[in-house]
């Protein structure tokens, strides 16, 4: 038995929390990690893992183990790029999940100069508005919106976005200028909505003027959970919608959407590139957190336009 290798397996296991999610995020055969588990129990003579049909939780020994076994196999890393000078020249795969507008109109159209930087990262970039369990899908980090609210993992801001409100000049030609957020929410105007991939609730319009806060519901013609499709409804024309001015700002520029309501926009959301406390910030996951900081650099400054 390879004994580190099973550590390895152990380890990704009670990350995964289940057999199938481990050995998928492993690249390994479902059978080849149960048989490496069994192995490492029988060699240390107990019982890290109660399996169920659906799920394996950790035995008390099994926890211990782990607690330690993740300090080794962090400083093993250390060790193998301290020798192969990965500092310099990191390498390896390297999972990051970011929205999709993000992903479409930033990150993904720089990505020939990251990999002239750094040619040895494989980089898998899973695509998505919806929550992800960093530890449980085996993700690397993630870059979202919004404030930090779970604890166990650590947040490094990137930018201060600024949301616009806006809608196609045919439109507002039909329906009128909103001058206030009231005006959005008596009716006179249609909202293109966005719901919550996690409580697959509406998200209310928020506005700001002074010390004044007000959350709008209007009359929702369409809502959608995914930022590119949201986007694409409020340039077909189907209503007045509230976004990040990063992913409004080309039609904006272009004359396809108009700003409104420019006095009463909230306060900046913060964007931040996220990853598990307990993971090693390998070579690798450090270089794609500082280009992701430079990436989104420009959009920094709310008050940039």
């Not at 930033?106 to 990251?114: E, G, R, W």
């Not at 930090?148 to 409100?165: E, H, K, W, Y």
């Not at 995914?226 to 509230?242: K, Y």
Request: charged content about 20%; some cysteine; proline content about 6%.
């Amino acid at each position: 038995m390879d004994q580190i290798a099973a550590m390895r397996v152990f380890a990704r296991v009670v990350e995964a929390g289940t057999f199938t999610r481990a050995a998928d995020s492993l690249q390994l055969p479902k059978p080849t990690v149960t048989k490496m588990v069994q192995q490492l129990e029988t060699h240390l003579r107990v019982k890290l893992l109660q399996r169920t049909t659906r799920r394996v939780t950790v035995t008390p020994e099994g926890a211990a183990y782990y607690e330690r076994t993740a300090r080794v196999l962090a400083e093993l890393e250390d060790i193998e790029s301290d020798l192969t000078n990965a500092q310099a020249n990191p390498r390896g795969r390297l999972r990051v999940d970011v929205g999709s507008s993000f992903a479409n109109m930033i990150l993904i159209p720089q990505l020939p100069a990251f990999y002239a930087r750094y040619p040895e990262i494989e980089l898998e970039i899973g695509v998505s508005d919806r929550p992800v369990n960093l530890v449980g899908d085996a993700v690397d980090c993630v870059i979202r919106a919004g404030e930090l609210v779970d604890q166990s993992l650590v947040a490094r801001r990137i930018a201060n976005l600024r949301f616009v409100t806006c809608a196609t000049p045919a439109y507002l030609a039909r329906h009128g200028i909103p001058t206030t957020p009231a005006d959005l929410g008596d009716g006179t105007h249609r909202v293109v909505g966005y719901f919550s991939s996690l409580s697959n609730r509406p998200i209310p319009l928020r506005y700001a003027h002074g010390e004044e806060r007000i959350e709008i519901h209007g009359r929702t013609v369409v809502g959608v959970n995914e930022s590119t499709a949201h986007l694409t409804a409020v340039l077909t024309g189907m209503g007045v919608a509230q976004t990040f001015d990063v992913m409004a700002e080309p039609h904006l520029a272009s004359g396809a959407l108009v700003e409104v309501l420019q006095a009463w926009a909230p306060p900046t959301y913060p964007l931040h590139v996220v990853y598990p406390t307990n993971r090693h910030l390998s070579a690798k996951l450090r270089v794609f957190v500082d280009w992701a900081v430079e990436l989104f650099a420009p959009y920094n400054d709310a008050s940039r336009r």
